[in-house]
Nanobody, 130 residues
Framework: QVQLVESGGGLVQPGGSLRLSCVASGFTADYYVIAWFRQAPGKEREGVSCISSGDGSTYYADSVKGRFTISRDNAKNTVFLTMNSLKPEDTAVYYC???????????????????????WGQGTQVTVSS
């Protein structure tokens, strides 16, 4: 059973930075994708960023490009989301999600769709406010 545990959320002023962590465990396949989603009050959950195992391909939502960076530490089975130049509209609960596969899949057009992910973390709150 794959498990994901997020941490690193908190309260930050506009323009500030935070780094979220997602520790993953329980993978049985060689290929997997880990994504960050967020859900603001009254809004649908949206994909923020994604990184794949193997070549480490990364994907970003247009709203966070140039401000957020996704990275990984394979030795620690951890994926990070470094968020800079935070805006009030980044306020949301942030979730990491994953699926695993025995073959490499092209997620270029699907990475931001919730239904492809089988496992979700519990979420961590990010609040951007002065």
């Amino acid at each position: 059973q794959v498990q994901l545990v997020e941490s690193g959320g908190g309260l930050v002023q506009p323009g500030g930075s935070l780094r979220l962590s997602c520790v993953a465990s329980g993978f049985t396949a060689d290929y997997y994708v880990i994504a960050w989603f967020r859900q603001a009050p009254g809004k649908e959950r949206e994909g923020v960023s994604c990184i794949s195992s193997g070549d480490g391909s990364t994907y970003y939502a247009d709203s966070v490009k140039g401000r957020f960076t996704i990275s990984r530490d394979n030795a620690k089975n951890t994926v990070f989301l470094t968020m800079n130049s935070l805006k009030p509209e980044d306020t949301a609960v942030y979730y990491c999600a994953t699926f695993e596969s025995h073959s490499i899949l092209d997620v270029t057009t699907s990475w931001g769709k919730e239904f492809i992910y089988d496992y979700w973390g519990q979420g961590t709150q990010v609040t951007v406010s002065s």
